[in-house]
Nanobody, 120 residues
Framework: QVQLQAFGGGLVQPGGSLRLSCAAS????????MDWHRQAPGKVREMVAG???????NYGDSVKGRFTISRDNARNTMYLEMNNLKPEDTAVYYC??????????????WGQGTLVTVSS
């Protein structure tokens, strides 16, 4: 089973930056998609950014132009570089991995989450 460990969250001031990391227990070349989701208090969980095994990224509208997702195959790690952070970015950020099986079956794995708090 794939295990994911997310870390790098913390308290930052508005306009600051953080880099989140998600380390996988398996080679991420075998993971079809990895992405970051976040959930703020009282809000539904939303997809922040995703990246395919080929390195193709996509972003949610609320973070486009501010966040950058990347992956390091040698380290089996996915990253989320967050810049110009806003109070609205405050949330628990979760690492997610998807492995596609035969047919439409998907295996999904979640990390434990890391808290990002943006406040002055």
């Amino acid at each position: 089973q794939v295990q994911l460990q997310a870390f790098g969250g913390g308290l930052v001031q508005p306009g600051g930056s953080l880099r989140l990391s998600c380390a996988a227990s398996v080679s991420i070349t075998g993971i079809d998609r990895m992405d970051w989701h976040r959930q703020a208090p009282g809000k539904v969980r939303e997809m922040v950014a995703g990246i395919t095994s080929a390195g193709l990224p996509n972003y949610g509208d609320s973070v486009k132009g501010r966040f950058t997702i990347s992956r390091d195959n040698a380290r089996n790690t996915m990253y989320l570089e967050m810049n110009n952070l806003k109070p609205e970015d405050t949330a628990v950020y979760y690492c997610h991995a998807e492995i596609r099986r035969k047919g439409w079956h998907r295996d999904n794995y979640w990390g434990q989450g890391t808290l990002v708090t943006v406040s002055s």
